[in-house]
């Protein structure tokens, strides 16, 4: 009877922390159909969008990199709850003064609290569910995360369509959802230090992401599918805006960050590096869908392409990719996840950037070719990687 009690409370705590960290990730996207609006309110091209987009990654980098042994310091759950005040501050920016420097300030701060939340998430997941169940928990982080990427970005497009404007009720709304996830964090318990044989006050602060043998290829997997991500989000509304459909492009966020949950069962099915491998054999068909139909103005080719680069990217890559570092690592699941989050964030903002300043350069069509044939060069290197990786450690396998 005990444990049947402990483990309906368990459920529920995890639906609570499933729930914030959904709140979380759909601040992160909340204004990207407003992307190419504010960019020429400003009277600034698509490099500047692209520039106050990767701000999120200054923020996220440094956490990731100095401060993943904070956990262990304070606990998980001051964690979420400062990253969903800094979600709650980054959004309230973007009402008060629109623009591109307020939203560079604001991704700049929503990129603190992603840092934040990517490294704890899956241990925190971890000790809520069950010490020994990562499956479970990775799939509840990799899902909840996965549907607030997108869902901010729908919400948006869905106001901007009726009532064009730079600040949409969906911020209102977030607002009001964000404080409602507040008071769910207060209820959960905090997630000590998985390591007991140390007290808080000797636990390292300073703990650098680390890449076990293997984790490196899914860290490139992860790198080249955030970067399509990425792409979809800061560029693709500039390139629909030419054909006047920039209102559909935050249902191309959602489309790409979401809809890769509906792929995560058949993911599970799979190894993680024949997981991962999938996905990389279908991103650059997918890319290769979206960028014909932005650059021709069909929309029902860039949304096809989306969901099938969400499974891709979302699906088989993320799941595939974190459940192989989890396996990987052991005990040192943080700072393992910290690293193949690093290689995610460095693929959302450098791609992304150089991109956008070669379409101010040389326009949407051959900008667009030479980041595909990259892709497409860098998803080949990584099956190889991959490939071998399989060979060396066959029995790593999801439940």
Same mark, same amino acid.
């Given at each position: 009877?005990?444990?049947?009690?402990?483990?309906?409370?368990?459920?529920?705590?995890?639906?609570?922390?499933?729930?914030?960290?959904?709140?979380?990730?759909?601040?992160?996207?909340?204004?990207?159909?407003?992307?190419?609006?504010?960019?020429?309110?400003?009277? #600034?091209?698509?490099?500047?969008?692209?520039?106050?987009?990767?701000?999120?990654?200054?923020? &996220?980098?440094?956490?990731? #990199?100095?401060?993943?042994? %904070?956990?262990?310091?304070?606990?998980?759950?001051?964690? /979420? &709850?400062?990253?969903?005040?800094? !979600?709650?501050?980054?959004?309230?920016?973007?009402? &008060?003064?629109?623009?591109?420097?307020?939203?560079?300030?604001?991704?700049?701060?929503?990129?603190?609290?992603?840092?934040?939340?990517?490294?704890?998430?899956?241990?925190? =997941?971890?000790? #809520?569910?069950?010490?020994?169940?990562?499956?479970?928990?990775?799939?509840?982080?990799?899902?909840?995360?996965?549907?607030?990427?997108?869902?901010?970005?729908?919400?948006?497009?869905? *106001?901007?369509?009726?009532?064009?404007?730079?600040?949409?009720?969906?911020? @209102?709304?977030?607002?009001?959802?964000?404080? %409602?996830?507040?008071?769910?964090? *207060?209820?959960?318990?905090?997630?000590?230090?998985?390591?007991?044989?140390?007290?808080?006050?000797?636990?390292? =602060?300073?703990?650098?992401?680390?890449?076990?043998?293997?984790? @490196?290829?899914?860290?490139?997997?992860?790198?080249?599918?955030?970067?399509?991500?990425? %792409?979809?989000?800061?560029?693709?509304?500039?390139?629909?805006?030419?054909?006047?459909?920039?209102?559909?492009?935050?249902?191309?966020? *959602?489309?790409? !960050?979401? !809809?890769?949950?509906?792929?995560?069962?058949?993911?599970?099915?799979?190894?993680?590096?024949?997981?991962?491998?999938?996905?990389?054999?279908?991103?650059? &068909?997918?890319?290769?869908?979206?960028?014909?139909?932005?650059?021709?103005?069909?929309?029902?080719?860039? #949304?096809?392409?989306?969901?099938?680069?969400?499974?891709? !990217?979302?699906?088989?890559?993320?799941?595939?990719?974190?459940?192989?570092?989890?396996?990987?690592?052991?005990?040192?699941?943080?700072?393992?996840?910290?690293?193949?989050?690093?290689?995610?964030?460095?693929?959302?903002?450098?791609?992304?950037?150089?991109?956008?300043?070669? /379409?101010?350069?040389?326009?949407?069509?051959?900008?667009?070719?030479?980041?595909?044939?990259?892709?497409?060069?860098?998803?080949?290197?990584?099956?190889?990687?991959?490939?071998?990786?399989?060979?060396?450690?066959?029995?790593?396998?999801?439940?």
């Amino acid at each position: 009877m005990n444990r049947v009690v402990t483990q309906k409370v368990g459920q529920r705590q995890a639906a609570g922390l499933a729930f914030a960290l959904c709140m979380i990730t759909t601040a992160v996207n909340l204004q990207a159909p407003l992307y190419d609006t504010l960019a020429a309110r400003d009277g #600034l091209g698509v490099g500047a969008a692209t520039i106050a987009f990767a701000c999120y990654v200054v923020g &996220i980098v440094p956490v990731l #990199l100095g401060l993943n042994g %904070l956990a262990d310091r304070v606990g998980r759950k001051p964690l /979420i &709850i400062t990253a969903l005040l800094l !979600c709650f501050l980054a959004t309230a920016i973007t009402l &008060i003064v629109p623009g591109l420097v307020a939203l560079g300030i604001a991704r700049l701060l929503l990129g603190v609290s992603t840092g934040l939340t990517s490294a704890v998430a899956p241990g925190y =997941m971890q000790i #809520l569910v069950a010490a020994k169940d990562k499956d479970k928990a990775t799939n509840y982080v990799t899902a909840s995360t996965a549907l607030g990427f997108g869902l901010g970005a729908a919400v948006t497009s869905l *106001f901007v369509f009726h009532t064009p404007s730079v600040s949409p009720p969906s911020l @209102w709304l977030y607002l009001v959802a964000a404080s %409602l996830a507040l008071l769910v964090v *207060f209820t959960l318990k905090n997630g000590a230090s998985i390591d007991s044989s140390l007290s808080p006050t000797k636990c390292p =602060m300073l703990r650098l992401p680390s890449y076990p043998n293997g984790a @490196w290829s899914f860290g490139l997997a992860i790198l080249l599918a955030w970067a399509t991500v990425g %792409l979809v989000i800061a560029i693709l509304p500039s390139a629909l805006n030419q054909h006047g459909l920039s209102a559909w492009s935050g249902f191309a966020t *959602f489309g790409i !960050c979401s !809809c890769g949950v509906l792929f995560q069962p058949w993911a599970r099915k799979l190894a993680p590096y024949n997981a991962t491998s999938l996905g990389l054999v279908i991103l650059p &068909i997918a890319y290769g869908l979206i960028a014909w139909g932005a650059v021709q103005g069909y929309l029902a080719a860039v #949304l096809l392409g989306t969901v099938a680069a969400s499974s891709a !990217c979302y699906g088989f890559i993320y799941l595939g990719g974190l459940s192989g570092v989890l396996a990987i690592a052991g005990t040192s699941a943080t700072q393992a996840s910290a690293g193949f989050f690093l290689m995610a964030y460095l693929g959302f903002s450098i791609p992304v950037i150089t991109t956008g300043v070669l /379409i101010d350069a040389v326009g949407h069509t051959l900008a667009l070719t030479l980041f595909g044939l990259a892709l497409l060069s860098g998803v080949l290197a990584t099956l190889v990687l991959l490939q071998r990786l399989g060979r060396q450690a066959p029995a790593l396998k999801l439940s």
